[in-house]
């Protein structure tokens, strides 16, 4: 069965510092990954994903996540964190077996001024 | 395009009471699904369809129905509406370009329910 797991309710870090949200997945075939944000009372936006080829990913905003197929994992990173990251972010799972998306339970992202 | 389209975005109900949450997208996309999103517990799958006249159920189905008769429209139904419904249903597409190999999902921007 698919599952993601996001191991840190929230994730504090002071801006103009580097940013790491963490996910793990587990998901029978080649996994599909996918990070999304969502800000108060919004929808879903689109960061990045991990379909095939390299494994580092660059995204939207200045993010980044490496897939590592060793250690199952997908962690979301940037280099330098802004206050308006601040934000709640879920990983998502599926593979070329499945459509079905499933999602971790998310982990709310705030950068201090 | 449109996307996919959400109706409505609001609604309060009554316990009891039954509505439908209208999903429609316009992208000729085969797989359809429906998800809730509740506080600490992520977007939940309730539903989801690989093409018309294919439905499934996903993680949480209980108190939800769903049919499929067209590509375009997922729709979802409760039928008895209960508090705890009370949530933030997202309706999504997926995608795949065959020539690039690209894969994705289309979000709509959500429905708020409230049952009282």
């Known amino acids: 069965a698919q599952s993601v797991a996001q191991p840190e309710d929230q994730v504090n870090v002071a801006e103009g510092n580097p940013l790491t949200v963490k996910c793990t997945y587990s998901v029978s075939g080649n996994p599909y990954l996918f990070w999304y944000v969502q800000y108060p009372n919004r929808g879903l936006q689109f960061l990045l994903k991990?379909?095939?080829?390299?494994?580092l990913v660059k995204g939207s905003y200045g993010f980044e996540a490496e897939f590592n197929k060793s250690q199952t994992s997908f962690h979301l990173k940037k280099p330098s964190a802004l206050v308006s990251d601040s934000a709640l972010y879920f990983c998502a799972v599926s593979s070329h077996n499945t459509d079905k998306l499933i999602f971790g339970t998310g982990t709310r992202l705030q950068v201090f001024p | 395009n449109a996307g996919v389209t959400q109706t409505p975005k609001f609604q309060v109900l009554k316990t009891g009471q039954s509505m439908t949450l209208q999903c429609a997208q316009d992208m000729n996309h085969e797989y359809m699904s429906w998800y809730r999103q509740d506080p600490g517990m992520g977007l939940r799958l309730i539903h989801y369809?690989?093409?018309?006249?294919?439905?499934d159920q996903g993680e949480v189905p209980n108190g939800y129905n769903v049919s499929r008769s067209t590509t375009e429209d997922f729709p979802l139904r409760l039928l008895s509406a209960a508090p705890s419904q009370t949530s933030v249903y997202f309706c999504?597409?997926?995608?795949?370009?065959?020539?690039?190999?690209?894969?994705?999902?289309?979000f709509g921007s959500g429905t708020r329910l409230t049952v009282v």
């Open positions: 999504a597409s997926s995608y795949t370009f065959l020539g690039t190999g690209d894969y994705g999902y289309t």
């Open positions: 369809s690989v093409g018309a006249g294919i439905t």
């Open positions: 991990y379909i095939t080829g390299d494994n």
